[in-house]
């Protein structure tokens, strides 16, 4: 009779652990939209200051636990560069959705510069969010570089949308990005071929094939992405780069920073962010890796993650550490087991 109860009581447990499951295979990739099947496509309409746009959006899988938004960098860049998610997110039965914001290759680009500030971008944001649906029960957010900016600054005023926030290759401050830059990476190169980038600077010749002849190699192929060749992607989504939009936010390069967002500092208003957070960071990063860890100890739930061979892309170039804690951190927090 005892080994009667036993066995039951095992059954018992694994029937109640099949019904913890996030989402079935099944369910993850059923159609969820009637008529004609567009590839989980959606054009977004934004209302702007400067009128009514459309953004593009692209839904993968189902799953009404897990949603996660990403935010991709530029600024002016596009969701390409999150390309890399579809290998690894899908079989672990997560929803994710790809995303250009406006101005970008795949939304519509007005040629408005008043709407290239990140208060607006942060409207965009909630707008996309209501759109598709997603509520703290569910909403993860990710952004990775500029996008980090704008998930911080989404999270200071949206968070009680959020079940989670994800903080990917950003450190909390421009100006520290900078520093960096200048004081740790800028002393790496040789110093003949630094001389040259910075007389090129100093003139605002940045149109001068010798600027990034010099940057790629001895930038790009070191903290931007490790990959030797870069993966197709690159290839194709560099020549998608709203150039207008990222040199008026970011600069010319990602060699610092010498845009309007050069003195964004919000490092001393992490403490005001409640969510789950996960901080992650390559110890090759255009960023202060050290900084990145820093940022996980003040938000109030952080979690921080270094990827040791990865760069600025570390979802390219350190796959084998990036997702796995990416997709740890998620699976914690949807289970109520997060821990810092």
């Known amino acids: 009779m005892?080994?009667?109860?036993?066995f039951a009581s095992i059954l018992f447990l694994f029937s109640c652990r099949g019904d913890q499951n996030t989402t079935s295979l099944k369910d993850y990739h059923a159609l969820t939209d009637s008529g004609v099947q567009t590839g989980g496509v959606r054009m977004i309409p934004i209302k702007t200051p400067a009128g009514t746009f459309n953004v593009w959006t692209k839904r993968f899988g189902n799953n009404p636990k897990i949603k996660v938004l990403l935010l991709h960098g530029g600024p002016g860049g596009t969701h390409e560069f999150f390309e890399s998610f579809e290998?690894?997110?899908?079989?672990?039965?997560?929803?994710?959705?790809?995303?250009?914001?406006?101005?970008?290759?795949?939304?519509?680009?007005?040629?408005?510069?008043?709407?290239?500030?990140?208060?607006?971008?942060?409207?965009?944001?909630?707008?996309?969010?209501k759109a598709l649906g997603l509520n703290k029960d569910n909403f993860y957010l990710l952004g990775h570089s500029w996008g980090g900016i704008l998930a911080m600054e989404y999270a200071l005023k949206y968070q009680d949308n959020l079940k989670g926030l994800i903080i990917s290759n950003m450190m909390s401050s421009a100006p520290l990005y900078g520093k960096y830059a200048e004081e740790?990476?800028?002393?790496?190169?040789?110093?003949?071929?630094?001389d040259t980038i910075r007389t090129l600077e100093a003139r605002g010749d940045f149109n001068n094939p010798k600027y990034m002849e010099l940057l790629m190699p001895n930038f790009y192929a070191q903290h931007f992405c490790r990959v030797n060749p870069w993966p197709e992607m690159f290839n194709r989504a560099m020549p998608h780069l709203n150039q207008s939009i990222y040199v008026m936010m970011q600069?010319?390069?990602e060699f610092g920073v010498g845009g309007s967002l050069a003195k964004w500092d919000r490092s001393k208003d992490l403490p005001k962010i409640k969510?789950?957070?996960?901080?992650i960071g390559g110890k090759h990063d255009t960023m202060d890796p050290e900084h990145m860890k820093w940022m996980a100890g003040q938000v109030q739930n952080g979690r921080s993650l270094t990827c040791?061979?990865?760069?600025?892309?570390?979802?390219w170039d350190d796959q084998p550490n990036y997702f796995p804690g990416l997709i740890s951190f998620i699976k914690d927090v949807d289970a109520g087991t997060f821990k810092k």
């Open 275 to 279: 969510p789950p957070t996960l901080t």
């Open 184 to 194: 740790v990476l800028a002393k790496q190169m040789d110093p003949k071929v630094l």
């Open 2 to 6: 005892k080994r009667i109860i036993l």
């Open 87 to 129: 290998s690894f997110l899908p079989q672990e039965g997560i929803e994710f959705y790809e995303y250009d914001q406006l101005g970008s290759y795949f939304s519509d680009q007005p040629k408005d510069t008043s709407l290239w500030v990140t208060a607006r971008f942060v409207e965009e944001v909630e707008q996309v969010r």
């Open 308 to 315: 040791p061979n990865g760069s600025h892309c570390s979802m």
């Open 251 to 253: 600069g010319p390069s």
